[in-house]
């Protein structure tokens, strides 16, 4: 059972910058494909990016493309969304999430955290 923490939410101001962790335990880091999903208030859960076992493959929404890159470190089981040039509309909790392979869809993902909100003021 893999287990995931994120951290690194908080407030900021539109044009700002926050990164994200999310830190794996429970299971061989290297054999999960991980991404990161939002949802804002009101609203479905949306794919924000995916990064394969390796990372050597990364892709990330069109919403957020230019703005967010995400990155993994296996030897610290942490996988990362750096945040910059933050929106409004990018208020949201945001989970990471585990799956054997790279995935954009919240259906094929095996593990998720709980999540931490990220608010971006005007």
């Known amino acids: 059972q893999v287990q995931l923490v994120e951290s690194g939410g908080g407030l900021v101001q539109a044009g700002g910058s926050l990164r994200l962790s999310c830190a794996a335990s429970?299971?061989?880091?290297?054999?999960?494909?991980m991404g990161w999903f939002r949802q804002a208030p009101g609203k479905g859960r949306e794919f924000v990016a995916t990064i394969s076992r390796s990372g050597g493959l990364t892709y990330v929404a069109d919403s957020v493309k230019g703005r967010f890159t995400i990155s993994r470190d296996n030897a610290k089981n942490t996988v990362y969304l750096q945040m910059n040039s933050l929106k409004p509309e990018d208020t949201a909790v945001y989970y990471c999430?585990?799956?054997?392979?790279?995935?954009?869809?919240?259906?094929?993902?095996?593990?998720w955290g709980k999540g931490t909100l990220v608010t971006v003021s005007v």
């Open positions: 999430a585990a799956a054997p392979f790279s995935f954009r869809a919240a259906s094929a993902v095996d593990y």
């Open positions: 429970g299971g061989t880091f290297g054999s999960y494909a």
